[in-house]
């Protein structure tokens, strides 16, 4: 490579010809040490200097690494001087003002602070800032022995050179910044306790982490296929949706040996579906367990209630009864009720968690439940000054539901409509014949549900907790129990509301095949 005291001082061409070697130089590797290796080297050569150093500089302009000739000095006393050095010292001066800093007599130049015991003898030096994007990134200092042997046009060219290596320093920043995330990244996905998987939309496996090979005994995850590891229906189902809407879908896995998994797909743009199984066996055991503890306490709770039920109606019609014992009396059996109600909501619970509910034998006259069930919702409505009214169209078909089912069903809608809704509102139950089926519609002017809570009313326990409705009591169970008695019979159940406004819990069950 040409120097400055050699051809370069020769002409342009020369100049042009050092200028090329020393970007192909710093450009033929994006190795950060290695590029700062060369940026010293290169440098150091062409300035014809005899030393040098290189402080690689962080965003705050502190030295993040250091480059430069052995030294018997501590860690602590290197980082002093470079401290001093950066601060006050030739480089301190370089950096501040974001030029070459020349001293042409280190002897007598106030800025130039020797780097810890260099052993080597320092006449004249340069510190030239390397700056990108107006911020510097580098210092390289270069020294030689002989005083005045650096000249402004040695800066001049130190300066061309730098902004090369400027250039060359941010770049294998930015790729040792990127390959150290990808290794950190790679890590954390490696080690993470649930399975992994990358796939490409057609299916093929191009990522596994540990997991996932000890979940598949996966040697080599790149001939893998999903098809293979997920071939149950519904988990194809999952990923050709999650393909196809680009949205995040969900699945159950029930694994051999009792393990069950969430699995999610999630389509990422340009590189595929992640899947990722999240194991849930224990809370599906746990779930399994209070299930039945439920089922079993609710189960003997109900002869005693019963007995105790009927005492109590058997004392409600002694003659004789003060006032007050009369008045305790209807308070036990109402509370007595309500119980009643709750056991046989957590006992319908555990039948729908076990085998579900099969509502859908038997045939019923929707017309007369809506009637009977308004009429029995009628002293509440009265005593809450509401209107409830009954809209039902002529020549209704049988619906196919069993009559206790459905009774449960609007019993469940009308007593809401009527407990949510303030005193004096509306309440309409309607039913129309629609689509093969019967359509019942339960519609009041209460304080309506707002939007993001719609999608979870019909979970086990959800309630929703607005102010408006927070402060009736209920357990969160009716209206999941009316959906699974209103799917159980083939038919579909939803809500329209709208907050201040009202809400209207609608479902349509198919029309019975055999007459009443
Ligand atoms: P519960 O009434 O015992 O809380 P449900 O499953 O029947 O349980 O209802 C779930 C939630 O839906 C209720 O807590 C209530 O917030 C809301 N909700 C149901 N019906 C209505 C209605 N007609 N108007 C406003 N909110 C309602």
């Not at 050699?6 to 590029?35: C, H, P, S």
Request: aromatic share 6%; charged share 20%; proline share 4%.
């Amino acid at each position: 490579m040409p120097a400055v005291g050699g051809t370069l001082g020769e002409g342009n061409n020369a100049q042009i010809e050092l200028f090329y070697q020393v970007a192909r130089e710093l450009t033929a590797t994006l190795d950060l040490n290695q590029v700062l290796r060369r940026v010293l080297e290169v440098t150091i050569k062409s300035l014809e200097a005899e030393h040098g150093f290189f402080f690689l500089l962080d965003a705050k302009g502190r030295a993040v690494r250091r480059l430069s000739a052995q030294t018997n000095a501590s860690a602590e006393e290197i980082e002093l001087t470079t401290v001093q050095l950066l601060e006050r010292g030739l480089a301190g001066w370089a950096l501040h003002h974001q030029e070459v800093a020349l001293a042409s007599d280190t002897s007598v130049d106030v800025r130039w602070i020797p780097y810890y015991d260099a052993p080597w003898e320092t006449g004249s030096a340069l510190v030239v800032p390397l700056i990108h994007g107006g911020q510097p990134n580098g210092l390289l200092t270069l020294t030689h022995s002989r005083r005045g042997f650096f000249t402004p046009r040695h800066a001049a060219l130190a300066q061309t050179i730098a902004g090369l290596a400027a250039i060359a320093v941010e770049n294998a920043s930015l790729h040792s910044k990127v390959q150290e995330e990808r290794t950190i990244l790679k890590q954390l996905v490696d080690r993470l306790p649930e399975p992994l998987l990358l796939t490409t939309k057609r299916g093929k496996v191009l990522l596994a982490n540990r997991a996932a090979k000890a979940l598949w005994s996966l040697d080599d995850a790149g001939s893998a296929h999903i098809e293979h590891l997920l071939p149950a229906a519904e988990m194809m189902a999952a990923f050709a949706r999650a393909r196809e809407t680009g949205e995040i879908q969900f699945a159950c896995l029930t694994w051999a040996n009792d393990r069950c998994f969430d699995v999610s797909f999630a389509p990422i743009a340009e590189l595929g579906i992640v899947i990722f199984l999240h194991d849930v066996s224990d809370l599906v055991r746990l779930n399994v367990l209070k299930s039945q503890l439920v089922a079993t306490v609710s189960h003997d709770l109900k002869n005693p209630l019963s007995w105790t039920y009927g005492y109590a109606s058997v004392l409600e019609m002694e003659e004789g009864l003060s006032d007050t014992a009369q008045q305790c009396v209807r308070g036990i059996l109402s509370s007595l009720t309500r119980m009643q109600n709750l056991i046989d909501n957590l006992l319908d619970l555990y039948q729908i968690e076990g085998q579900g509910l099969e509502s859908g034998t038997g045939a019923s006259d929707v017309a007369q439940a809506i009637r009977t069930v308004c009429q029995e919702a009628h002293a509440v409505a009265v005593s809450k000054r509401q209107q409830l009214r009954i809209e039902l169209a002529d020549n209704l078909p049988p619906a196919q539901i069993d009559p206790l089912r459905l009774t449960q069903v609007l019993d469940n809608l009308i007593s809401n409509a009527i407990k949510y809704t303030q005193e004096g509102g509306r309440i309409c139950v309607s039913a129309v014949q629609h689509g093969g089926g019967v359509l019942v519609s339960v519609e009041d002017n209460g304080p309506g549900i707002p939007q993001a809570a719609q999608p979870h009313l019909f979970e086990q326990f959800y309630r929703v907790s607005s102010t408006a409705t927070a402060e009736q009591e209920g357990t969160g169970l009716g209206l999941s129990i009316v959906r699974a008695i209103i799917e159980g019979c083939g038919g579909k159940v939803g809500v329209r509301s709208q907050e201040g406004k009202g809400s209207t819990f609608w479902f349509w069950v198919p029309q019975a095949q055999l007459p009443l």
